[in-house]
């Protein structure tokens, strides 16, 4: 499991100005009414994956707040479709951690980019990836409501 130094990570907020875990922490501690989304989505450009992994915070009805932090890979490994899927969960499982250690008590969300739909060759990870997420007690969503890592991610891993 990849493990980081929460207080070096450099994160971003949805203006892409810098900020840090605390930042994070301090923002969805402003309001209990914050559901607490994490999601994580992968990007090749040439020779390098680009990750990007997403923590949102979410009230219904009222919008939400998100911060992102992009991690570069030149692991050949990731060319394979299965391995960057299970990479992408295992980062945003390892986002999800930190936050239940600062918010014990409270329901996260970790958003997979996977399809259940057979069609796709995502699905044949499904079972794995849910059973991953399930086992750390958070709560998996896959696709097509998976908004956190096929949207918010998905657009700053390109």
Known sequence: MVKWNTSKTQWHNADSEPALFNDIIEKINSDNAYQIHVGCDSH????????AI????????????FYFHRKRSKDCALDSIKYRLMKEAELAIEAARLLREEFPGRIISVHLDINPDKR???SKILTYAISWVSSYGFTPIVKPYSWASSSLADAYAK
């Open 54 to 65: 997403v923590i949102a915070g979410y009230i219904n009805r009222r919008g939400g707040i």
């Open 44 to 51: 090749k450009r040439g020779d390098t994956y680009v990750f």
């Open 120 to 122: 796709f060759l995502s």
